[in-house]
């Protein structure tokens, strides 16, 4: 390092502290020696910045040792903020052995934060608060157990309010509990970002084909409308809808996938839109979709 970081030493443990330029060269190039050292550059200005500076000490203090924290504050410390060459806040850089090993820029939640840590300490930072809830949750939801899955879900996003995972196991939750409102409610909640991810797409998904089981018609009248005239693609298809929400998944999907083989582009591809729209509430990858992407694309590139 060049003169300018400055050479006073320091003999204090604490895991997290604050430092400047002064204190530099022992709490962050000495220190690293021994330990992994993260530095913090923050601003007062940021919210951003405060909410991440939290986060990281909460990270920190969990992992028992194998890194420390040293915080500093961007404004003061401009020599040494243009010697690392760092621009905006926040900004995390890592120390070992007296050099910078890698950062990063802008907020991390607490799972990526737990994993960037453990790359370089070379450690394994147990699950977070979310981390735990989401597993109960996604075990409960998996054995039937809907209000500990509720339960347990929530928990997740309070800890975590942009955790997709989360909130889309949540929202399948309320929609087998029955709880439509609710979901809807929730998923209509979301900015466009979160809006698009898999696990949410899957969740309103799921509500829809729920909300479609609430209107089902009698299968009976259908089947024999069909028997008529096996080429009403509008019978088939409310057929088809009808069979998924009373629980009879795959003989819905074979309706739909007979659509296409009459008439791949019926009403604007309906059925495999609907297909598409199945995929999701089940799961990309449940046995079933494997099953049934590979007959829907044998129908597609024929």
Same mark, same amino acid.
């Given at each position: 390092?060049?003169?300018?970081?400055?050479?006073?030493?320091?003999?204090?443990?604490?895991?997290?502290?604050?430092?400047?330029?002064?204190?530099?060269?022992?709490?962050?190039? @000495?220190?690293?020696?021994?330990?992994?050292?993260?530095?913090?550059?923050?601003?007062?200005?940021?919210?951003?910045?405060?909410?991440?500076?939290?986060?990281?000490?909460?990270?920190?203090?969990?992992?028992?040792?194998?890194?420390?924290?040293?915080?500093?504050?961007?404004?003061?410390?401009?020599?040494?903020?243009?010697?690392?060459?760092?621009?905006?806040?926040?900004?995390? /850089?890592?120390?070992?052995?007296?050099?910078?090993?890698?950062?990063?820029?802008?907020?991390?939640?607490?799972?990526?934060?737990?994993?960037?840590?453990?790359?370089?300490?070379?450690?394994?930072?147990?699950?977070?608060?979310?981390?735990?809830?989401?597993?109960?949750?996604?075990?409960? /939801?998996?054995?039937?157990?809907?209000?500990?899955?509720?339960?347990?879900?929530?928990?997740?996003?309070?800890? @975590?309010?942009?955790?997709?995972?989360?909130?889309?196991?949540?929202? #399948?939750?309320?929609?087998?509990?029955?709880?439509?409102?609710?979901?809807?409610?929730?998923?209509?909640?979301? @900015?466009?970002?979160?809006?698009?991810?898999?696990?949410?797409?899957?969740?309103?998904?799921?509500?829809?084909?729920?909300?479609?089981?609430?209107?089902?018609?009698?299968?009976?009248?259908?089947?024999?409308?069909?028997?008529?005239?096996?080429?009403?693609?509008?019978?088939?298809?409310?057929?088809?809808?009808?069979?998924?929400?009373?629980? #009879?998944?795959?003989?819905?999907?074979? @309706?739909?996938?007979?659509?296409?083989?009459?008439? #791949?582009?019926?009403?604007?591809?309906?059925?495999?839109?609907?297909?598409?729209?199945?995929?999701?509430?089940?799961?990309?990858?449940?046995? /079933?979709?494997?099953?049934?992407?590979?007959?829907?694309?044998?129908?597609?590139?024929?």
């Amino acid at each position: 390092m060049e003169n300018l970081i400055g050479q006073q030493a320091s003999n204090a443990t604490d895991l997290v502290k604050n430092g400047d330029m002064q204190s530099f060269m022992a709490d962050v190039v @000495e220190a690293s020696n021994d330990v992994t050292v993260l530095v913090d550059f923050y601003s007062n200005a940021s919210p951003a910045s405060g909410q991440l500076s939290a986060l990281l000490e909460k990270v920190v203090r969990q992992a028992g040792g194998v890194v420390r924290l040293v915080r500093m504050e961007f404004e003061r410390n401009g020599p040494l903020v243009q010697q690392l060459r760092l621009q905006s806040v926040p900004a995390v /850089l890592a120390f070992r052995n007296g050099q910078p090993v890698d950062g990063f820029l802008g907020p991390l939640p607490e799972a990526q934060l737990k994993q960037f840590i453990g790359h370089v300490a070379g450690a394994q930072i147990g699950p977070s608060e979310a981390e735990e809830a989401l597993a109960i949750g996604s075990e409960a /939801l998996e054995a039937g157990n809907l209000e500990q899955a509720i339960m347990a879900f929530s928990q997740a996003v309070h800890h @975590e309010p942009d955790n997709v995972e989360a909130i889309g196991g949540l929202a #399948r939750a309320q929609v087998l509990a029955g709880d439509l409102d609710g979901a809807r409610e929730l998923l209509d909640s979301l @900015e466009t970002a979160l809006a698009e991810q898999t696990a949410i797409k899957g969740a309103r998904s799921a509500l829809t084909l729920a909300e479609q089981a609430a209107n089902a018609p009698d299968t009976a009248p259908l089947l024999a409308t069909l028997e008529q005239n096996p080429a009403d693609h509008g019978t088939r298809f409310e057929l088809a809808k009808a069979l998924i929400a009373g629980g #009879r998944t795959e003989e819905g999907a074979e @309706e739909l996938l007979e659509i296409m083989r009459r008439d #791949r582009a019926w009403n604007d591809e309906a059925a495999r839109k609907e297909l598409l729209t199945l995929f999701e509430a089940i799961g990309l990858t449940h046995p /079933l979709t494997i099953t049934l992407r590979r007959k829907l694309s044998s129908l597609l590139f024929a």
